[in-house]
């Protein structure tokens, strides 16, 4: 491989989405820079990349100013499963907010293009389904949630205030429900409760009816969305929703897990979370059209890898 002789931030490397993309920006030559204050990530995500002569990682706090020489910043540092990120709301918002407006100054005392990992979680419980990007949302602002939802938003609005007041290069790119490999087994995310609960023989969890339905994108394809968007032409901002339009109800996705693991765990019904959205659904139109774009790992084959990757990390 070539060294691109590019430099570029990821901050959250050492979490699920970032640890993927650090790997695939290791692949296409960068440098690679990864800060992470280890809220949620592992040095287990990054373990293949240390020791990399291409590959750096700096253990430091984003709501922290940080002065490095970056070409590029993908921000993702951020806590993204509800029970972490509810865990210390105050923190969540901090991380949001103070993280989006450090890393813009340096993006902008650095001259580097900078990319939000922002999410479907601006949308809310939403009224417009599918969710285009026109859509303003429906969001409860002082709920369990808002920490994360609102967060995300005011980051969103602090973006775009500084490409418009500063003409900051930005991509705004609205993450939908993504799994895959490296999802945390006690991250209480739907995904992977499921699978370790199939894996373990244990009850599945059911929140509410199990009517509730989202829209799950594997890892790799969402990884190749983001590169893509990074390198769209400057006058591209966002936002833009990245994800797999594939719907399904919680229900079936609990009876598509037991099938793909053969696990005989039975369903078993919990109370519904608050806020917790109906439904969701990206439209995908803008991601096809401006980053050429488009998921391509279905459902079943996503799900047979993690479940692998699972029963390997369980012994299962
Ligand atoms: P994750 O929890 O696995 O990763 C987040 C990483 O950020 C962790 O390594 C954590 O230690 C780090 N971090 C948290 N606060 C920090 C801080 N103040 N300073 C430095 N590092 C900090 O979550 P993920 O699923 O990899 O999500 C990554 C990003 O993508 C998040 O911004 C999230 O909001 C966004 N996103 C993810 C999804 C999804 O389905 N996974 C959906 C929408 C948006
Ligand atoms: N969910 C569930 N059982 C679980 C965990 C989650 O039924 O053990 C539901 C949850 O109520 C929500 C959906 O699955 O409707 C997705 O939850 P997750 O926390 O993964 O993501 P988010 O709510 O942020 O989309």
């Not at 609102?150 to 993450?175: N, S």
């Not at 079943?300 to 479940?307: A, C, N, P, S």
């Amino acid at each position: 491989m070539q060294p691109s002789g590019q430099r570029t931030l990821v901050t959250g490397g050492a979490g699920f989405l970032g640890s993927h993309l650090c790997d695939a920006l290791i692949r296409r030559g960068d440098d690679v820079l990864c800060v992470d204050n280890f809220h949620t990530g592992t040095r287990d995500n990054i373990a293949p990349l240390l020791g990399h002569p291409r590959f750096e990682l700096l253990q430091h706090d984003i709501t922290l100013p940080l002065d490095v020489e970056v070409d590029r910043i993908f921000n993702l540092a951020c806590p993204a499963s509800p029970v972490h990120y509810q865990h210390d709301p105050v923190r969540t918002t901090r991380t949001c907010v103070h993280g989006a407006m450090n890393m813009l100054a340096l993006a902008e005392r650095r001259g580097a293009r900078i990319l939000q990992a922002s999410t479907s979680e601006v949308y809310g419980d939403p009224e417009v389904h599918p969710q285009p990007e026109s859509y303003w949302g429906r969001v409860n602002p002082i709920g369990l949630r808002s920490c994360y939802n609102e967060g995300k938003r005011c980051a969103e609005t602090l973006f775009f205030d500084y490409h418009r007041q500063y003409g900051l290069p930005i991509k705004v790119v609205r993450i939908f429900n993504t799994y895959g490999p490296r999802m945390y087994a006690d991250d209480g995310r739907v995904v992977s409760n499921f699978i370790v609960q199939a894996l373990r023989g244990d009850d599945v969890t059911l929140y509410g009816d199990g009517s509730q339905t989202r829209s799950f994108c594997y890892v790799d394809d969402l990884v190749g969305a983001l590169l893509a968007a990074m390198e769209t032409p400057a006058g591209f901002t966002g936002p833009v929703n990245v994800g797999n339009p594939a719907e399904l109800s919680m229900r079936e996705l609990a009876e598509c897990v037991l099938r793909l693991s053969g696990s005989p765990s039975r369903i078993v019904h919990r109370p519904l979370p608050p806020d917790d959205p109906k439904v969701r659904r990206p439209d995908i139109d803008l991601a096809r059209q401006a980053l050429g774009w488009q998921p391509t790992v279905s459902l079943d084959e996503g799900l047979r890898k993690t479940i692998a990757y699972f029963r390997l990390l369980l012994n299962a």
